[in-house]
């Protein structure tokens, strides 16, 4: 067998990372993550990607699937291409900085603080629409999921120590950093991509059709005080999760292998390299609960759907 890389396939990253809704839990990372100023304000003035006013602009996409991209290599590539993308990440970060327009500070975007910002705000946006949209993780799963998360951290340049590793941990990470956030120019700009992103004059329809359902879904699932900030209401958040639901189940419906075989086909190399019994699949979260689970946890009365039971919401 061949290196099965950081996760490996016994790992609930391996499964949860496969599934379709991700797309949609990356819109909300992303709207999460323009809400902390310094953050987001890293972004802007070292990138013209959300800039309406630029001509650069159009490479908010090329951002997108460099994000996706990176995230497909640490999950299903070897531990070498892995550690190479962490390394490049790294060295990128550490050459930008930028400056605070009301005091003249001046810091680097790889600041821990901002780094384990974006990774918080990344893992709960995956595990959130992962669960409420109909894929059952367990609490110990949920759990599980953000203690292997440290490692993707700790590739970006964190110390894994000082990352959250659970889901109390992670709560109280958010009710920290709440009194940092707000929408400012930055956020407002990356809303404003998310809503209305360059298309081609003739894909203009399919983006009114298609893309803003989909943005506007992800940016329902935020917690309600993300809702406040950008100062635009969300449904009811039973009306959420039956839409996470129905599109979850309508995504799933589609064959798995037929959705990796989109660039750059992460998992169909990792398959090809580790072998058919390496295929991320649902249904292998539900293996591990005699393992995840102790005496009287059963999955059934533990199960993390983001509904109005059992609904973990870290960031919320």
Request: aromatic share 6%.
């Amino acid at each position: 067998m061949g290196d099965p890389g950081l996760f490996t396939p016994n790992s609930v990253t391996w499964q949860m990372h496969g599934d379709p809704m991700m797309w949609v839990a990356g819109i909300r990372a992303l709207y999460l993550q323009a809400l902390h100023p310094r953050a987001v304000r890293g972004v802007m003035q070292n990138s013209t990607a959300f800039n309406r006013q630029k001509s650069g602009r159009q490479d908010a996409w090329g951002r997108l699937l460099r994000t996706a991209n990176f995230v497909g290599t640490i999950t299903y590539g070897t531990t070498e291409a892995a550690e190479r993308a962490g390394a490049r990440v790294r060295r990128i970060h550490s050459m930008l900085s930028a400056t605070d327009p009301d005091t003249g500070e001046r810091y680097g975007v790889d600041e821990p603080e901002l780094l384990l910002w974006v990774h918080c705000a990344e893992i709960d946006s995956y595990l959130h629409v992962a669960s409420r949209s109909g894929l059952r993780l367990t609490d110990a799963q949920a759990d599980r999921y953000i203690d292997e998360q440290r490692a993707s951290a700790r590739l970006v340049g964190l110390d894994p120590d000082a990352v959250p590793a659970n889901r109390a941990e992670l709560a109280e990470y958010f009710e920290k950093v709440r009194p940092e956030l707000e929408c400012g120019p930055g956020a407002r700009a990356v809303d404003d991509f998310l809503l209305r992103p360059p298309t081609h004059p003739l894909l203009v329809p399919a983006r009114e059709v298609l893309w803003r359902r989909v943005a506007h879904m992800a940016y329902a699932a935020l917690p309600p005080y993300a809702h406040e900030l950008y100062g635009r209401a969300a449904p009811k958040p039973a009306t959420v999760t039956r839409q996470l639901r129905a599109t979850g189940t309508v995504l799933r419906c589609v064959p798995a292998r037929l959705r990796w075989q989109l660039p750059p086909k992460h998992i169909l190399r990792a398959m090809a390299r580790l072998g058919p019994g390496s295929r991320p699949a649902p249904y292998k979260l539900g293996r591990q609960l005699a393992i995840l689970d102790g005496p009287g946890e059963g999955g059934a009365d533990r199960d993390v759907t983001g509904g109005e039971r059992g609904r973990w919401g870290t960031a919320g």
